[in-house]
């Protein structure tokens, strides 16, 4: 079984209704975090959390808001979703390491589509 | 001057060919660095850490290089299989955490 698991897949919405997005992990790690890909760039952070009570802004938070229900689970919530936000979204975890090193694992990521 | 920059691509070679990818990064308190390796709609996937003595993988070997503020990643004896988006990636810990993927560029390897 995959160790960060993202749920929908694939979604397709409408302007203007509310979407979550779902991540959970079986790998252990403290460190959450939410991007967005868009075609030819770099991925872009949302949002990240290093433990339950602890949620950070990215660099493009506005429009999203997220919840960390448990170690485990980091949800994303689209309030009023807009196509602008059509993308590829990842979850990633991490666990910081010996000498400051932060290696990420990915989710298989969510493709939404806002019409 | 973006944070993170990578040779733009695509980068199109034979199968057997060596080929090598360039990653700058802007701030020199920058600690950690590694390469990441994407398939197309798929998510990333470390390819491998890099460091400052450099290290090697099989066919795959990366540099860094902290006085010139930039990475690099070899591929000898490129194979079918190596076709991907290569990902830069740094980790800074000045004022807090941050970790920056640079844009990648895209490898296509032909029979």
């Known amino acids: 079984d995959a160790d960060v698991t993202q749920t929908p897949r694939n979604r397709i919405t409408k302007t203007g209704k509310r979407i979550m997005l779902e991540c959970s992990q079986t790998?252990?790690?403290?460190?959450m975090y939410w991007y967005r890909q868009d075609p030819g760039l770099g991925l872009q952070l949302i949002y990240y959390?290093?433990?339950?009570?602890?949620?950070n802004k990215g660099e493009i938070s506005d429009g999203y808001s997220v919840s960390r229900q448990a170690q485990a689970k980091f949800s994303l919530s689209l309030e009023s979703a807009i196509p602008n936000q059509t993308a590829l979204y990842f979850c990633?975890?991490?666990?910081f390491g010996q000498g400051g090193t932060d290696t990420q694992y990915f989710g298989p990521g969510t493709r939404l589509t806002v019409l | 001057r973006k944070e993170v920059e990578q040779d733009p691509g695509p980068f199109n070679v034979p199968e057997g060919a060596t080929v090598a990818f360039n990653c700058t990064y802007s701030?020199?308190?920058?600690?950690?660095f590694f390469w990441y390796r994407q398939d197309c709609r798929k998510e990333p996937k470390l390819l491998m850490s890099?460091?400052?003595s450099g290290n090697e993988d099989g066919r795959f070997t990366a540099q860094l290089n902290r006085a010139s503020q930039y990475i690099s990643l070899l591929i000898r004896d490129s194979k079918l299989s190596d076709s991907a988006t290569y990902l830069c990636?740094?980790?800074?810990?000045?004022?807090?955490?941050?970790?920056?993927f640079g844009a990648g560029t895209r490898l296509f390897v032909k029979a």
């Open positions: 890099v460091y400052s």
């Open positions: 701030n020199s308190a920058s600690q950690s």
């Open positions: 790998k252990g790690h403290d460190r």
């Open positions: 990633a975890t991490s666990d």
């Open positions: 959390s290093f433990d339950v009570k602890d949620i």
């Open positions: 990636v740094v980790n800074e810990r000045t004022g807090g955490f941050k970790t920056i």
